[in-house]
């Protein structure tokens, strides 16, 4: 299939959604747009930071984030956690 023919196949698909799932829709492609620009953002401070010779540490581990932060210190964990929780949303689909 060829792009033009993906992009009409698209907007026939789009002519004949709700306006509920079309904003739907623009929100997902703004969450890809977002993710491409974050990603692109993300490769070029690795790449920099790499060049300098520090250690990139992602976040994605306890580990790399125990690396920068240190030992969790004090006694208020379960209230924060259950802060997390009553500040959260209901998830919406």
Known sequence: MTTIEIRQNIHQKIDQLSL???ALMMEFLEFLQFKSTKS???DILTTS???L???VLTGSTIADL???AGAWKGDDFEDC???V?????????
């Open 49 to 51: 930071l790499e060049q």
């Open 20 to 22: 509920e799932q079309l």
């Open 40 to 42: 692109f953002t993300s």
């Open 66 to 68: 125990l690396q920068v």
């Open 81 to 83: 956690l259950q802060s």
């Open 53 to 55: 010779g520090d250690p």
């Open 85 to 93: 929780y009553d500040a959260r949303l209901p998830a919406e689909f």
